[in-house]
């Protein structure tokens, strides 16, 4: 897969995991297990890009004696969700485009 649509992809699925209530790593790492493997190293780097790009904010709240990052969707990030779910019409119809035509050359 391209390795940009691959990314992209990701930091969709990552913005659908908060983005009904706020969550830390290892959560959205369980949360998201059912459907993909994700590596915790991976996650961090879009948890940072993400929040580079406004689409979610931290906070540090105490747990058991160690202060654990909470993340929280954002207004800019709830609308890139918004995005993708239009941008994922046009995907859907080149899929059936595509394999339209393969299956009619069987």
């Not at 369980?30 to 915790?40: A, F, G, N, R, T």
């Not at 904010?57 to 918004?82: C, M, Q």
């Amino acid at each position: 897969m391209d390795i940009q649509l691959k990314r992209g992809l990701l930091d969709v699925c990552v913005l659908a995991a908060i983005r009904d209530k706020d969550s830390y790593g290892y959560q959205i790492i369980k949360d998201m297990k059912p459907y993909l493997v994700l590596s915790e190293s991976t996650l961090y780097t879009i948890l940072k890009r993400l929040e580079s790009a406004a689409m979610l904010t931290v906070n540090s709240i105490e747990h058991e004696g160690r202060l654990r990052k909470y993340y929280h969707i954002t207004d800019k990030g709830v609308a890139r969700l918004e995005e993708f779910k239009e941008d994922w019409k046009e995907i859907l119809a080149i899929h059936q485009f595509i394999f339209r035509e393969e299956s009619s050359y069987e």
